[in-house]
């Protein structure tokens, strides 16, 4: 009998909490700055936020607590596909001829087919409880609106999602998807909103923006009593939610005995999945296990970590989101058409952002072939089509996989294959016909945007 | 804790040998009429199928040995996803306000999305084995292109797929999932072979058939000495290959204690999920284990079991296969346009349509849209959309449990999830609309083609 190919954990052995990286930021030496208003630029309180979200995410967004525990019912929900698997990449090494030792764990498992269920769960949960009747979100490519779509239904609660217009004529997989779980998809700009009327009027034939989607999302949010708004990524509740994915990771490599890892890899885009797969590592460190190099991988189009500036900027493209400290290309930025819809974000959560500045995480950024070459080397040798998003963490791997061969180190390499390409095919089909597109380091309409950064 | 969500083989309980039926044929009293050549109408022997296949699969074909060693190589490959989960629907149970316990397996973690892999693996492990360099296939919608080209790509073997010009036009993403695992797809009917010129001579814009393609693929295979052809379901070989997921489930019940199925639910086309599903089941009860009530769903499109003749007919639509004693429609019925692509088939394998002759398995058959409706009903419980084939499972599943709604019994119901929905939407999105076509038993049409069965 060979090692274990997947390494899969009980239920009962699943995290029964998640793990609150604020509590270790002093400890870390990470001073994490509070989000201003936008208007008055001074820091807010948690009551600012109240007409967005619940308390209960709103107390865990500046909990100093260690270790929140996960409600029954979210972790009755979660078992429908969690603990996710962790691989050990027997072919792959094979195929690389590399010495090293390579870990996956695989998010694609969940209904949407991404790590977005970690978090668009429990979301919907409070939201149910604090007696909300419907949530609201934009999206992009469909990702984080389809993990949502997925937990409102779950929980009784309606579901309306402003989707960028371009994406829902263009891509109406993800949109019949939202509407199969029962969701309201409204293209947007749409004549619902304020925001998205006045859009319409400037140009009737708009395609939309995630930065227009976002504003009328939020617009629909506050104007309702029984509404609120969600968001999928970049804020502390956010990661919060996904730091199960670490968690499961180290109780799967203790399982079988491997050597603590040598480096972590995740991609990077708002900062979620990212934060779920290292923050656990870094407590690990605290808590007295080795140190890990941690690196996170994002697309040169969109470098916020890499090339960005580490200042205070909104969050919306038009700047109605309180200011937060984080590495930005501008709020204005548009990244450009790059197939990893998922990463096509101007800034970085703000904790990530300062883990990056106090040195403790690395990055670098990479364009698209070389992600679409990883992920094809990857799926002939393993099977599993993974998202462009996620080859981001595939190429990283395959990188310090190569470094391994050169050196003859058998190092232990954890990455996490954060979702499958199953809704991405036209750009595999773009990669095989040698068609997609290279997008550097766009610096001029980076220093453009950076240029006009909000003064605080 | 709540009960378990998901049973959970560990690798290294998973079976190590495929269950072959013929061996129990005698003991279940049925007879199973030998293939006749096509010409002579005279039993063939293993010999004649050698051009098509390697010797070890026709071994395979004619075997009664009881259990088939499954070869290291093929387990290590299933490994990437195998043991498959067995999940207790909890979610959909609740909704369904049933006292029935419903199990599913869901065979939809491969990595191209069903359970065809299953065979496809040990199938280019063989022909590897004996030195075949190429295989070739048709498919349709293309779920059997995809596994088979994974399958090749994992032991060096050229893969050629003949798609219906159709689907490789009008549904690109099955071939662009091709590609990426290294297969060569060309849209059938194709000026490579003789057939296919034949087609195109009397109509150059032919958009093929499944017939079509398949006899291209035989012809390219019989052509050439380092080549061999492969069939994804209907032969005897290729429901052996499937009895793992009947034997994992049976395991994995017998790790919770559950109680003995009393209904086993799976859908048929060729028939190789359902006898993967069913057939550890009478090989458990011949073993002294209960007798399980075991039920086929089929399209009432395509209703081979429920209405077609018990009689000796082609595998395909030219004439050119063995004549094999099966449920069929008609060799040349072509199915009405059914979302179940992969059910669109006028036959039944041999060995399932001997057990129904004798009593063994009940069948029953229904149209599109309570399908769909089953399908969504499942998929806002627990999450996972299934594939529209898969889907008959659900719905003869759901049938079950209202029954017992109805008696108030708790009966133990099992189904094969064969697959997700993930290349499907567009047909979810007609269902949606409400402009899901519904096409009953076409009684002319296949009278028509029955009264042009060959005379044996």
Chains 1, 2 share one sequence.
Not at 400 to 426: P, Q
Not at 427 to 455: C, F, I, K, M, N
């Amino acid at each position: 009998m060979a090692e274990l190919t997947k390494i899969i954990l009980s239920e009962k052995d699943a995290p029964t909490h998640w793990y609150n990286l604020n509590a270790d930021l002093p400890r870390l030496g990470v001073e994490l700055p509070p989000p201003l208003h936008p208007g008055t630029k001074q820091p807010i309180g948690p009551e600012t936020l109240a007409p967005l979200f619940p308390m209960a995410l709103i107390e865990q967004e500046v909990s100093t607590e260690r270790y929140i525990e996960i409600p029954e019912p979210v972790q009755e929900v979660y078992r429908l596909w969690r603990p996710t698997p962790l691989f050990r990449a027997h072919r792959w090494e094979r195929a690389l001829d590399t010495p090293a030792k390579i870990y996956y764990k695989y998010e694609g498992v969940s209904p949407s087919g991404s790590h977005k269920p970690n978090t668009s769960v429990p979301q919907a949960y409070y939201n149910a409880q604090e007696g909300t009747k419907r949530i609201t979100t934009e999206t992009g490519a469909g990702q984080w609106g389809s993990a949502l779509s997925f937990a409102c239904q779950l929980f009784g609660l309606d579901c309306e999602v402003y989707m960028v217009k371009v994406s829902y004529e263009q891509k109406p997989y993800r949109r019949v998807l939202m509407q199969t779980w029962g969701a309201r998809v409204i293209p947007s700009p749409s004549p619902h909103t304020e925001a998205g009327r006045r859009i319409l009027a400037q140009d009737p034939e708009s395609t939309g923006s995630l930065g227009i989607a976002i504003s009328e999302a939020v617009e629909m949010a506050v104007q309702r009593d029984d509404t609120k708004y969600a968001l999928g990524s970049v804020l502390n509740h956010v990661l919060l939610h996904q730091t199960i994915i670490g968690q499961e990771i180290i109780k799967q490599l203790e399982l079988i005995g491997a050597d603590w890892p040598d480096v972590v890899v995740g991609c990077t885009g708002g900062g979620s999945n990212f934060a779920g797969l290292v923050y656990p590592f870094l407590a690990a460190h605290l808590d007295g296990r080795p140190q890990t190099r941690i690196l996170a991988v994002e697309p040169s189009a969109a470098p916020s970590l890499t090339r960005g500036s580490y200042a205070y900027d909104f969050g919306d493209t038009a700047g109605m989101t309180p200011l937060m400290k984080m590495h930005t290309l501008g709020h204005d930025f548009v990244p450009a058409p790059i197939h990893s819809g998922g990463l096509r974000y101007h800034g970085m959560s703000p904790q990530v952002s300062a883990l990056k500045e106090a040195g403790l995480i690395e990055a670098v950024s990479v364009t698209q072939n070389p992600i679409f070459e990883a992920n094809q080397s990857f799926a002939k040798a393993e099977g599993i089509l993974p998202a462009p998003e996620a080859g981001h963490a595939v190429w990283g791997a395959m990188s310090e996989a190569l470094t391994c061969r050169e050196s003859g180190e058998a190092k232990t390499i954890v990455f996490n294959l954060c979702g499958h390409g199953h809704f991405d095919l036209s750009a595999y089909d773009a990669y095989l016909a040698g068609a997609l597109q290279e997008y550097e380091y766009p610096a001029e309409r980076v220093q453009a945007s950076l240029a006009r950064l909000p003064q605080v």
